[in-house]
């Protein structure tokens, strides 16, 4: 069974669209803290903050979101991810956001390993690759 990692945010009104909705942004912006916490917990070593401090990061490639109910002011938001498929040189990351037992959306991400000296993508390193594997079965 894959292993999951769920992340919380509050909403804050600062999250809020015109219409007192979460802005769709910032579901993005509350997955990509999620699956970072999760891959740091996964693989203590990253550090997204000082990509230049390593050989080899990663990047985001692509992102796909379903919108299925909409978040308002001060709910608190469960974030579920898990990792998907494991590739030689990327991986998906999926994900679930609840409010409660609601669902309010759900979707994934790419994310590729990147050379940050040849500003290529490369292979995973095999730490983190095994790291992924283990968390995915």
């Not at 509050?10 to 802005?23: E, I, P, S, T, W």
């Not at 070593?45 to 692509?62: R, Y």
């Amino acid at each position: 069974m894959p292993r999951t990692f769920v992340h919380r945010e509050r909403v804050r009104f600062g999250d809020l669209d015109a219409m007192r909705h979460l802005n769709n942004v910032v579901f993005l912006r509350y997955f990509e803290t999620a699956r970072i916490a999760f891959i740091r917990d996964l693989f203590p070593k990253h550090d997204p903050a000082h990509p230049e401090s390593a050989k080899t990061g990663l990047i985001f490639a692509e992102g796909h979101i379903n919108y299925r109910a909409p978040v308002h002011f001060d709910e608190d938001v469960a974030i579920e991810c898990a990792v998907g498929e494991v590739r030689r040189s990327a991986f998906q990351m999926r994900f679930q956001m609840k409010v409660e037992d609601r669902l309010v959306a759900d979707g994934y991400g790419w994310l590729v390993g990147f050379d940050y000296q040849t500003q290529r993508s490369s292979r995973l390193p095999d730490p983190l690759r095994e790291a992924l594997e283990a968390a995915s079965t």
